[in-house]
């Protein structure tokens, strides 16, 4: 195994530029492509890449590729010769958020701090309360904000992102606990240290989080979700904006080996 292979989840090892392409499933060693426009020009312009430079390519499923660019056309296009091919560890624990879209460009900073932190799953949902709609384009740009995220974090596997849909049809997508951890971030919750060590061994490795509205969610909805296996669980003493609560459950999780 070389070098390169043996250290793609490793970050102590100093790496060339990342850029994003998919699928790489169907390339092999010595294989030629192309990058897309916009990951060309950001090699070009912004990183001042040539021929002969050596870059990383990720696509969002785990497959990373060493390559050399050995063409530029007149048009800006990038040609590259894979060298190496590897792949991202997988998480050991895969966190999902499902939270309310929050108003303005906060859900794109949100998404873009929930990537860092390695939630493997994200699903925008509209509740009784909710005030940000998920407008016609969002989809694709709250994409992109997870590709840059991965790009500048390391990150090897993409975030799922689901289309957004309301609170009683996800929950009837999802069903009643069969495994995992289930929280719902609440105020007036347990403490974060009780939740954890109140959580089923066999149910570590997965865990769900629900973050409501800035105005909360409803006696009737916090009943439905604790129907549907959700503890309320509070971290720290104050009401925490969308975005903030979504990142600190992330961060909570990620800051520990095991809950």
Do not use: N
């Amino acid at each position: 195994m070389s070098t390169w292979i043996h250290h793609c989840g490793e970050r102590d090892v100093k790496r060339p530029d990342r850029f994003f392409f998919e699928p790489l499933e169907q390339f092999s060693e010595g294989d030629r492509l192309e990058l897309d426009s916009r990951e060309a020009a950001h090699a070009q312009r912004v990183k001042r890449h040539g021929v002969g430079s050596e870059v990383e390519l990720f696509d969002g499923h785990g497959r990373v590729a060493r390559a050399l660019i050995d063409a530029v056309s007149r048009r800006g296009e990038l040609s590259l010769r894979i060298v190496e091919l590897g792949r991202s560890p997988r998480p050991e624990r895969r966190v999902w958020i499902a939270t309310a879209v929050p108003k303005g460009d906060r859900m794109e900073t949100m998404l873009d701090m929930l990537t860092q932190l390695g939630v493997f799953r994200l699903t925008p949902v509209v509740f009784a309360r909710s005030a940000a709609q998920s407008g016609p384009g969002r989809q694709k740009r709250w994409r992109r904000v997870l590709v840059e995220s991965c790009k500048q974090s390391r990150r090897g596997i993409l975030p799922r992102l689901d289309e957004p849909r309301s609170l009683s049809e996800w929950l009837g997508e999802i069903g009643v606990a069969a495994s995992g951890t289930r929280w719902l971030a609440d105020p007036d919750g347990m403490s974060y240290e009780r939740a954890r060590a109140d959580a089923e061994p066999g149910r570590r490795t997965e865990v769900l989080v629900v973050v409501g509205p800035e105005g909360g969610v409803t006696s009737a909805e916090k009943r439905d979700l604790i129907e549907f296996g959700f503890t309320p669980v509070a971290l720290g003493d104050h009401v925490l904006r969308v975005e903030t609560a979504a990142v600190a459950f992330a961060a909570a999780l990620a800051s520990v080996s095991e809950l």
